[in-house]
């Protein structure tokens, strides 16, 4: 399983971005996918998830209605619009697979066991 992420820069505050991975090797085997972001001196933290099969969406409370995550699993593509976005999204995104049971909530890191590379987004102010 390899994850590639992609799409990362620098924007302005109030600004769109759009970040893809892209998934290789047993992607049927996925459960969930999900991004998370880390900033400088933090941890890596839960932004969005969704099913592989089914869609079904989950957003962190700081990003809903803001964030749009998706996937296209003809293109084994996960992708993460992003709008408005405020300098507090600032940090490295990366994407993530599990495989295993869905959870339909805000996960930990620890949850996930695939990992792209990350990708920066810088938003200022």
């Known amino acids: 399983v390899q994850l590639q992420a992609s799409g990362g820069g620098l924007v302005q505050a109030g600004g769109s971005l759009t970040l893809s991975c892209t998934a290789s090797?047993?992607?049927?085997?996925?459960?969930?996918m999900a991004w998370f972001r880390q900033a400088p001196g933090q941890e890596r933290l839960f932004v969005a998830s969704?099913?592989?099969?089914?869609?079904?969406?989950v957003y962190a409370d700081a990003v809903k209605g803001r964030f749009t995550i998706s996937r296209d699993n003809t293109k084994n593509t996960l992708s993460l619009q992003m709008t408005g976005l405020k300098p507090e999204d600032t940090g490295v995104y990366y994407c993530?697979?599990?495989?295993?049971?869905?959870?339909?909530?805000?996960?930990?890191?620890?949850?996930?066991?695939?990992w792209g590379q990350g990708t920066q987004v810088t938003v200022s102010s």
């Open positions: 993530g697979a599990k495989i295993g049971a869905v959870y339909l909530g805000i996960s930990t890191k620890e949850d996930y066991g695939y």
């Open positions: 090797g047993r992607t049927l085997s996925y459960a969930q």
């Open positions: 969704v099913t592989y099969r089914t869609g079904i969406t």
